[in-house]
């Protein structure tokens, strides 16, 4: 197969874009076509985690852009349609000609099997959660491994002979052929999801994949990622200046960080303290960059005129568009005394990108705006080092940088910040005191129980407009209530509500009530997403 990718190579040069993305890269990649399943994302990362790059591509991408990318191996993702289905999507027989393997996992499997021959049909019974898997011919996928194994089904048509041609390596509950493969073509097809935990030597399978198929060189890391990026954002930059809107998040620090490990003084950093951040969290923010890591830094006090225009605004979603608006005449104003720079760094993740679309045509589910809800008609280049990197991997470059550890595990934190937890209520410097201290008291009793890194995210909300009677010190009290909010979560899309212990939600409720005079309730969200959401405007 190696010989067929060397021989391929003057074709794969007709595609100018990807060829320029193979030319910059240092490590081999194998792409992910995404056929719309839940766990096509998973793939890509499971992928990375074995030592091999990997992306995430709608099914439909061009050709010539694969091509020119010069993959080691394609894998085509789950689905939820039947093969059969009118408006499927289809599988191009031009990828099974690429002269490079291909894996199809479930409804990619399927789509192998329809396009060459193969009978699928939809079977009497569903097969969905865990399956037994029983190989009868071990190939290359399954070399080496048990011969009944666990597996996780999700899928209702079923392949019920392979192509001509192929070898049927297993079969599962349901599935008179969940594996198959034809070596010669390097054709694989499995009907499991090897990507889910709940497919116990499904990282075994896709290892065997990519090593011992795809032949790649399993060394890839997030922190090789610094030394690639590094020589892309001087080449991009070359003598430019640079200016970075930092939020203190995990993910502007670390871009930060890299491009001033590439370019050092170009870049100038911009903090707008707009006086919504957690408590001591601007303090935090400036010690590191401006003292530790002597990174040109203006931080802006900002507070005041972010109040002044907060006046009376009670809706969220006119809160969300009052900060980013003002965020950016702040930006600019402080762009226009550094010389109006013509570069501007963002810390776009490789989910913003999936979940806007990707920019080649899969499904936008959200738009992400990195640097206060900037605007299109702004003048600047943008440089977005952390583009190809999921949150855990842009934490572990943020490790190999030398951020301090508070900011590489620092929780995620709304753009608005605290504006959007004061719930059906005007902004004032009062609530924001109130809601500051209280978060402040939640974060320190989680810290002390040793359980801020098991917590996707913990915060705590102010319905401004609830008011409850309590009884403190033998008088009765009018005064507002916190909720506590903490979930359990992989990448945010799901979570779950945190079950906290239950002395923890003790000593915080006290403290709450007996340090803050304006607070005589506590409670507990205990809502899921979905149904709920993470944050609750």
Same mark, same amino acid.
């Given at each position: 197969?190696?010989?067929?990718?060397?021989?391929?190579?003057?074709?794969?040069?007709?595609?100018?874009?990807? =060829?320029?993305?193979?030319?910059?890269? $240092?490590?081999?990649?194998?792409?992910?076509?995404?056929?719309?399943?839940?766990?096509?994302?998973?793939?890509?990362? $499971?992928?990375?985690?074995? #030592?091999?790059?990997?992306?995430?591509?709608?099914?439909?991408?061009?050709?010539?852009?694969?091509?020119?990318?010069?993959?080691?191996?394609?894998?085509?993702?789950?689905?939820?349609?039947?093969?059969?289905?009118? +408006?499927?999507?289809?599988?191009?027989?031009?990828?099974?000609?690429?002269?490079?393997?291909?894996?199809?996992?479930?409804?990619?499997?399927?789509?192998?099997?329809?396009?060459?021959? #193969?009978?699928?049909?939809?079977?009497?019974?569903?097969?969905? *959660?865990?399956?037994?898997?029983? /190989?009868?011919?071990?190939?290359?996928?399954?070399?080496?491994?048990?011969?009944?194994?666990?597996?996780?089904?999700?899928?209702?048509?079923?392949?019920?002979?392979?192509?001509?041609?192929?070898?049927?390596?297993?079969?599962?509950?349901?599935?008179?052929?969940?594996?198959?493969?034809?070596?010669?073509?390097?054709?694989?097809?499995?009907?499991?999801?090897?990507?889910?935990?709940?497919?116990?030597?499904?990282?075994?399978?896709?290892?065997?994949?990519?090593?011992?198929?795809?032949?790649?060189?399993?060394?890839?890391?997030?922190?090789?990622?610094?030394?690639?990026?590094?020589?892309?954002?001087?080449?991009?930059?070359?003598?430019?200046?640079?200016?970075?809107?930092?939020?203190?998040?995990?993910?502007?620090?670390?871009?930060?960080?890299? /491009?001033?490990?590439?370019?050092?003084?170009?870049?100038?950093?911009?903090?707008?303290?707009?006086?919504?951040?957690?408590? =001591?969290?601007?303090?935090?923010?400036?010690?590191?960059?401006?003292?530790?890591?002597?990174?040109?830094?203006?931080?802006?006090?900002?507070?005041?005129?972010?109040?002044?225009?907060?006046? *009376?605004?009670?809706?969220?979603?006119?809160?969300?568009?009052?900060?980013?608006?003002?965020?950016?005449?702040?930006?600019?104003?402080?762009?226009?005394?550094?010389? +109006?720079?013509?570069?501007?760094?963002?810390?776009?993740?490789?989910?913003?990108?999936?979940?806007?679309?990707?920019?080649?045509?899969?499904?936008?589910?959200?738009?992400?705006? =990195?640097?206060?809800?900037?605007?299109?008609?702004?003048?600047?280049?943008?440089?977005?080092?952390?583009?190809?990197?999921?949150?855990?991997?842009?934490?572990?470059?943020?490790?190999?940088?030398?951020?301090?550890?508070?900011?590489?595990? $620092?929780?995620?934190?709304?753009?608005?910040?605290?504006?959007?937890?004061?719930?059906?209520?005007?902004?004032?410097?009062?609530?924001?005191?109130?809601?500051?201290?209280?978060?402040?008291?939640?974060?320190?009793?989680?810290?002390?129980?040793?359980?801020?890194?098991?917590?996707?995210?913990?915060?705590?909300?102010?319905?401004?407009?609830?008011?409850?009677?309590?009884?403190? *010190?033998?008088?009765?009290?009018?005064?507002?209530?916190?909720?506590?909010?903490?979930?359990?979560?992989?990448?945010?899309?799901?979570?779950?509500?945190?079950?906290?212990?239950?002395?923890?939600?003790?000593?915080?409720?006290?403290?709450?009530?007996?340090?803050?005079?304006?607070? =005589?309730?506590?409670?507990?969200?205990?809502?899921?997403?979905?149904?709920?959401?993470?944050?609750?405007?």
């Amino acid at each position: 197969m190696t010989d067929a990718i060397a021989q391929g190579t003057a074709v794969r040069d007709s595609g100018a874009a990807g =060829n320029a993305i193979a030319a910059e890269r $240092r490590h081999d990649e194998v792409l992910v076509l995404d056929f719309g399943g839940q766990y096509s994302q998973l793939i890509a990362r $499971r992928v990375r985690e074995c #030592g091999v790059f990997s992306e995430l591509l709608p099914h439909h991408v061009g050709i010539d852009e694969i091509r020119g990318r010069r993959p080691r191996g394609l894998i085509l993702s789950g689905g939820p349609a039947s093969v059969y289905a009118e +408006n499927a999507p289809r599988l191009r027989p031009e990828l099974l000609e690429l002269g490079i393997p291909v894996l199809g996992i479930c409804y990619g499997m399927q789509a192998i099997a329809l396009e060459l021959g #193969g009978r699928i049909e939809s079977a009497p019974v569903g097969e969905f *959660g865990r399956s037994e898997l029983t /190989v009868t011919e071990p190939g290359r996928l399954f070399a080496g491994l048990p011969t009944a194994q666990t597996c996780w089904m999700s899928h209702r048509d079923t392949v019920y002979e392979a192509p001509p041609g192929f070898t049927a390596l297993a079969s599962s509950t349901e599935s008179p052929v969940a594996a198959f493969e034809d070596g010669v073509r390097g054709l694989y097809g499995i009907q499991f999801h090897p990507e889910v935990v709940h497919t116990p030597y499904g990282t075994d399978v896709l290892r065997r994949f990519l090593d011992d198929v795809c032949g790649c060189d399993m060394r890839w890391s997030a922190e090789s990622v610094i030394d690639e990026q590094v020589e892309r954002i001087r080449a991009q930059v070359g003598d430019g200046r640079v200016i970075c809107g930092l939020s203190g998040g995990v993910d502007s620090s670390v871009a930060a960080l890299l /491009v001033h490990r590439a370019i050092g003084d170009q870049l100038t950093c911009v903090f707008v303290d707009h006086g919504l951040m957690r408590k =001591n969290e601007a303090d935090q923010v400036i010690a590191a960059f401006r003292d530790t890591f002597h990174v040109p830094l203006v931080a802006v006090d900002a507070q005041e005129r972010f109040l002044a225009r907060l006046a *009376g605004v009670t809706e969220p979603e006119r809160k969300r568009k009052i900060i980013g608006e003002e965020f950016i005449r702040v930006f600019e104003e402080e762009a226009a005394k550094l010389g +109006n720079p013509k570069f501007l760094v963002q810390g776009t993740l490789y989910s913003d990108v999936i979940e806007s679309g990707g920019g080649t045509g899969a499904a936008t589910i959200k738009s992400h705006h =990195n640097v206060g809800g900037l605007p299109d008609d702004l003048k600047f280049e943008l440089v977005e080092p952390l583009r190809t990197l999921f949150k855990d991997e842009v934490r572990v470059v943020g490790q190999e940088l030398g951020l301090p550890e508070r900011l590489v595990w $620092r929780q995620p934190f709304p753009g608005p910040g605290l504006a959007i937890r004061i719930v059906s209520g005007e902004v004032t410097a009062e609530r924001l005191a109130i809601l500051r201290d209280a978060d402040f008291i939640l974060q320190e009793e989680i810290r002390a129980a040793g359980l801020y890194r098991e917590l996707w995210q913990s915060f705590c909300v102010l319905p401004a407009d609830l008011r409850s009677v309590g009884v403190q *010190g033998d008088e009765r009290t009018y005064g507002y209530a916190i909720v506590i909010r903490a979930v359990t979560s992989d990448d945010a899309m799901t979570a779950d509500w945190a079950r906290l212990p239950y002395d923890l939600l003790e000593r915080v409720a006290s403290r709450m009530i007996n340090e803050i005079q304006q607070v =005589n309730r506590v409670t507990l969200d205990i809502t899921s997403k979905p149904p709920g959401t993470i944050e609750w405007e």
